[in-house]
């Protein structure tokens, strides 16, 4: 159990962040997922494993998602980097994206989830963690319907609005979207189109939820 309750360490941040046991039982299946082969047996070697990473903007997606990668070596895919990296490389997407991302909205499914897609492809690795997707039930159904395949586990940083807010305020990277005006916006996104796909992958027994404490 010490063994266990250690492994969790890289995890958990300064600030203070603890996963809720939503199935006592199964408590720590998500770290077995994440450092033993076990995951791409139970499913017959026919897909990678897949982590969804959920949040609203500012809560620690990106953060604790380097940590994972750190410590336990998946391959990290930021739907948002990937969306950033398409407006730089100025493709035909890149006016729409923008516009969108300064809106705070959401892009459509089409095009995050083909640049998913080509990451994965062009990968060799068997365990993803995708940040920031599906943000919402239109994304998560497209992600299903495109890549024939489902997340093995969500996680999910449940932060109060005031903190991301702040983080986001102070996060410096020089983004067009960190401003108070979107922040609002993507505060509302999040939670008219994103909380129902969290709530999806509860009902559904995938969800690991971190929660915020001082
Ligand atoms: N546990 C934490 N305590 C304090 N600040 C944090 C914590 N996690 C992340 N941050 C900071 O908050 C900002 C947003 O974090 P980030 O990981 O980019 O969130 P997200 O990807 O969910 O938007 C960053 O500046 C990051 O350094
Ligand atoms: O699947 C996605 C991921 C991101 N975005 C857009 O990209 C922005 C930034 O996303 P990111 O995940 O980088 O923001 P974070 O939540 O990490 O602050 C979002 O507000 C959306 O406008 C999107 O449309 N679809
Ligand atoms: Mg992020």
């Not at 300064?14 to 047996?41: C, D, M, V």
């Not at 982590?51 to 500012?58: E, K």
């Not at 093995?152 to 996060?171: A, G, H, Q």
């Given at each position: 159990?010490?063994?266990?309750?250690?492994s969790?360490?890289?995890?958990?941040?300064s600030?203070?962040?603890?996963?809720?046991?939503?199935?006592?039982?199964?408590?720590?299946k998500?770290?077995?997922?994440?450092?033993?082969?076990?995951p791409?047996q139970?499913?017959?070697?026919?897909g990678?494993?897949?982590?969804?990473?959920?949040g609203?903007?500012g809560?620690?997606?990106?953060?604790?998602?380097?940590?994972?990668?750190?410590?336990?070596?998946?391959?990290?895919l930021?739907?948002?980097?990937?969306?950033?990296?398409?407006?730089?490389s100025?493709?035909?997407?890149?006016?729409?994206?923008?516009?969108?991302?300064?809106?705070?909205?959401?892009?459509?499914?089409?095009?995050?989830?083909s640049?998913?897609?080509k990451?994965?492809?062009?990968?060799d690795?068997?365990?993803?963690?995708?940040?920031?997707?599906?943000?919402?039930?239109?994304?998560?159904?497209?992600?299903?319907?495109?890549m024939g395949?489902?997340?093995?586990?969500v996680?999910?940083?449940?932060?109060?609005?005031?903190?991301?807010?702040?983080?986001?305020?102070?996060?410096?990277?020089?983004r067009?979207?960190?401003?108070?005006?979107?922040?609002?916006?993507?505060?509302q996104?999040?939670?008219?189109?994103?909380?129902?796909?969290?709530?999806?992958?509860?009902?559904?027994?995938?969800?690991?939820?971190?929660?915020?404490?001082?």
């Amino acid at each position: 159990m010490w063994r266990r309750a250690a492994s969790l360490s890289p995890f958990i941040s300064s600030s203070g962040s603890l996963i809720r046991n939503h199935q006592t039982a199964y408590n720590f299946k998500i770290w077995e997922s994440f450092t033993t082969e076990i995951p791409t047996q139970v499913k017959g070697g026919k897909g990678p494993f897949i982590c969804f990473v959920l949040g609203g903007p500012g809560s620690g997606k990106g953060t604790q998602c380097a940590k994972i990668v750190k410590n336990y070596g998946l391959t990290h895919l930021s739907a948002g980097e990937l969306l950033r990296r398409e407006i730089a490389s100025n493709s035909e997407y890149g006016t729409t994206i923008l516009n969108t991302i300064k809106e705070g909205k959401i892009v459509p499914s089409e095009v995050t989830v083909s640049l998913i897609q080509k990451e994965m492809e062009s990968s060799d690795s068997k365990k993803f963690l995708i940040d920031g997707f599906p943000r919402s039930e239109e994304n998560r159904a497209a992600f299903e319907r495109i890549m024939g395949a489902e997340p093995d586990i969500v996680l999910f940083f449940d932060c109060p609005e005031e903190e991301m807010v702040n983080r986001v305020l102070n996060r410096n990277e020089g983004r067009v979207d960190d401003n108070i005006d979107t922040v609002r916006k993507r505060l509302q996104v999040f939670k008219a189109l994103n909380l129902p796909v969290i709530n999806y992958y509860a009902r559904r027994g995938k969800l690991y939820t971190v929660i915020f404490f001082f």
